[in-house]
């Protein structure tokens, strides 16, 4: 099993990135899928999650509002969509996939215990 973070980049405050957590080995019937970010000196943050049985997502109170988190079976990708993002959305971002769906009596991104992670994509905002 895998997991690969793509469409991480450079942009200016109030701008706009899709991430892609493409999996393989796994079919997203029956998981969660979190992204997770890092920046320097900083601890893990939870971004946001979705149930991949129900569509059920949860948000981190930094995207809340202008974040879209999706997925697409054909390509067996899970995506972030992050709008007018700001500086200190800055971070390595990663996914992150435990089998079955966790996330329905919680209000937030849970830290579960994951079984599968990727190595991340950075997202840097200038202003």
């Known amino acids: 099993v895998q997991l690969v973070e793509s469409g991480g980049g450079s942009v200016q405050s109030g701008g706009s990135l899709r991430l892609s957590c493409t999996t393989s080995?796994?079919?997203?019937?029956?998981?969660?899928v979190s992204w997770f970010r890092q920046a320097p000196g900083k601890g893990r943050e939870g971004v946001a999650c979705?149930?991949?049985?129900?569509?059920?997502?949860r948000y981190g109170d930094s995207v809340k509002g202008r974040s879209t988190v999706t997925k697409d079976d054909a390509k067996n990708k899970v995506y972030l969509k992050m709008n007018s993002l700001k500086t200190e959305n800055t971070a390595n971002y990663y996914c992150?996939?435990?089998?079955?769906?966790?996330?329905?009596?919680?209000?937030?991104?849970?830290?579960?215990?994951?079984?599968?992670w990727g190595q991340g994509t950075q997202v840097t905002v200038s202003s």
């Open positions: 992150a996939a435990v089998r079955g769906g966790r996330i329905s009596a919680v209000v937030s991104v849970p830290a579960l215990p994951y079984d599968y």
């Open positions: 979705l149930q991949t049985n129900d569509m059920v997502t």
């Open positions: 080995g796994i079919v997203l019937d029956d998981w969660t």
